[in-house]
């Protein structure tokens, strides 16, 4: 069955502005990846956190992780039009499969 | 920078026929997938492949679905007798490692597979 869920299902905000997604999963797991969707397209991985770890930053992005409360959040700062796209969360629970969740629709408006 | 790439872009089918969906992984890679998704839906898991074997299936992944690496650089998906409710995009990806992984998954950009 699917794990990842994220919330929420969809978000509208204005350029400059920082959007938070979040991800709730329900088994335990090795990491926890983050991808992003333009629509009709390929997925494109931004970002790839371990179960060991609670932070990480890359470029506009920061990714926490709560393996406590089986969370994750993803916060793009400084929103811009081009961040409009759809984004996933996939979990690895060490099995040879990742987990998506149903994603979170971004809107950044101009 | 390298990338997976997938063949067809679009594939238009009659319901019953077959289809043969390909994907090249990027050529270091060990770990090979397919994922579909539902216009609107979520990512679904097919199947993983690992050391020219099935390593996981989902439950979806059913006896109409097969998967082959015909040669060194090749990874297709099979669907034996399309069913109108397979109309998807298909996924293809590979990763360099395997479970426990700590290297991303890299995907092609889809196949959309219309069965008419």
């Known amino acids: 069955s699917q794990q990842g869920e994220e919330d929420p299902q969809a978000l509208s905000i204005q350029e400059g502005e920082n959007a938070t997604m979040n991800c709730s999963y329900k088994t335990s797991i090795n990491n926890l990846q983050w991808y992003r969707q333009n629509s009709g397209r390929g997925l494109v991985h931004l970002i790839l956190?371990?179960?060991?770890?609670r932070e990480k930053h890359s470029g506009r992005l920061r990714v926490t992780l709560d393996t406590s409360k089986k969370s994750s959040s993803l916060l793009i700062t400084a929103s811009r039009a081009a961040d409009t796209a759809s984004y996933f969360c996939a979990t690895d629970s060490g099995v040879n499969d990742m987990r998506f969740g149903a994603g979170t629709r971004l809107t950044v408006k101009p | 920078e390298p990338e997976v790439t997938q063949t067809p872009s679009h594939q238009v089918t009659q319901m019953g026929q077959e289809v043969i969906l390909r994907c090249v992984p990027i050529?270091?890679?060990?770990?090979f997938y397919w994922y579909r998704q539902i216009l609107g839906q979520k990512v679904e898991f097919l199947v993983s492949f690992y050391n020219n074997e099935i390593s996981e299936k989902s439950e979806i992944f059913d006896d109409q679905f097969s998967v082959e690496r015909p040669d060194g650089s090749n990874f297709t998906l099979k669907i034996r007798s399309t069913k109108l409710e397979d109309s998807a995009m298909y996924f293809c990806?590979?990763?360099?490692?395997?479970?426990?992984?700590?290297?991303?998954?890299?995907f092609g950009q889809g196949t959309r597979l219309t069965v008419v």
């Open positions: 050529s270091n890679h060990l770990y």
């Open positions: 990806a590979s990763s360099e490692l395997g479970p426990p992984r700590d290297t991303e998954a890299f």
């Open positions: 956190i371990r179960s060991n770890e």
